[in-house]
């Protein structure tokens, strides 16, 4: 089942109609589809690089008409419209750590909520200094709904509650969600964050981006679905440096050039994420259902969604899913 819906999906891209403005693709994925817990993947793509017809990381969680998101990368409101969501319904928002796939559009996501009507607090989670980021992106924003307060008599901007998160802990519990968080493992980003949600019918965890950590295996014990960032790689990028640490960059993908150094950025890659098999054995010992990569980068080229998944199952017998934008879960 899982492999004929990917070979479907994949015509779709290759179609060129899914990413056309205003599109909407009602992927339903695997068994786990159906129940009231949703989990939309608005972006799948990993780093600061920008095209490839992929948008930058971001989950929403719909628990019936309850609105949550994780993490908030380049093209997270238009993914968020394009999934058939409404940005005003957004209850809170969990940031797990401060770069720039993960957080770029923190004040464009609260601006288009606030103008599509948005009227009820909005949480905002995340590590250190989100606080201050929020403050200024509001005070970036305010000539802006200024004008619209007093043109068309737009309602004022409501109470934005942000919470700063450094360690283990529960984060909240509306009676509809219960969110709790872990500490991970991403140098030099210090502190990035997992999540996990529990609702009435689902859990759900988020792993952020992290080299492979115990802690992940912890938050994740027994949940319904982990979603797990990924690199794939092979013993030629490994044990010969070879390459940029990311084939998009290989290529020459316009939007991915990078301007550092490019050992540097191998080095990064390799010394703070996860390889895809790891992910497979931290879903195994986990004890999770679902398996899902996202936040993958490739550092050698031509890798296919069956090899992902392949390496994933080097240790993991359990459901595992390739995410591309748009997926719903
Ligand atoms: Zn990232
Ligand atoms: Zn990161």
């Not at 992927?27 to 608005?42: Q, R, S, V, Y």
């Not at 999934?83 to 957080?103: E, M, V, Y």
């Not at 007093?150 to 529960?170: A, F, M, N, Y």
Request: hydrophobic content about 40%.
């Amino acid at each position: 089942m899982t492999k004929q819906w990917k070979v479907n999906r994949r015509g779709l891209l290759r179609g060129g109609g899914a990413l056309a403005a205003g599109a909407v693709v009602p992927w339903a994925a695997g068994a786990a589809a159906g129940g009231t817990t949703k989990l939309h993947i608005l972006g799948s793509r990993a780093g600061p690089s920008v095209g490839g017809g992929q948008y930058q990381t971001s989950y929403a969680v719909t628990v019936g008409d309850a609105l949550y998101m994780v993490d908030c990368g380049y093209g997270a409101t238009e993914q968020l419209v394009r999934a058939g969501l409404r940005p005003q319904d957004l209850r809170d928002l969990f940031i797990t750590h401060h770069h720039p796939d993960h957080n770029i559009e923190l004040g464009t996501l609260i601006y288009f909520a606030w103008y599509a009507g948005l009227v009820k607090p909005l949480g905002i989670y995340g590590p250190p200094p989100v606080k201050a980021m929020t403050q200024s992106y509001l005070a970036a924003l305010k000539p802006d709904i200024d004008i619209w307060l007093d043109d068309i008599g737009h309602p004022p901007l409501g109470p934005i509650d942000v919470t700063e998160l450094s360690r283990p802990q529960d984060v909240m519990d509306d009676g509809t969600v219960k969110v709790t968080c872990t500490v991970v493992n991403h140098p030099p980003v210090v502190p990035a964050l997992g999540y996990r949600f529990d609702t009435p019918d689902r859990s759900i965890a988020f792993s952020g981006d992290t080299t492979p950590v115990p802690a992940m295996v912890e938050l994740a014990r027994g949940a319904d679905v982990l979603v797990h960032e990924a690199i794939y790689t092979d013993d030629n990028v490994t044990a010969n440096r070879s390459g940029n640490g990311d084939a998009r960059v290989d290529s020459g993908e316009s939007g991915s050039a990078i301007a550092g150094d490019a050992q540097k950025l191998l080095d990064h890659v390799l010394g703070s994420h996860t390889k895809a098999e790891d992910a497979g054995r931290i879903a195994a010992e986990a004890g999770v259902k679902t398996l899902v990569l996202a936040h993958t980068v490739s550092l050698v080229p031509g890798v296919t969604d069956g090899m992902w998944i392949a390496a994933a199952r080097k240790h993991f017998d359990g459901e595992v899913i390739y995410a591309h934008d748009l997926m719903v879960i």
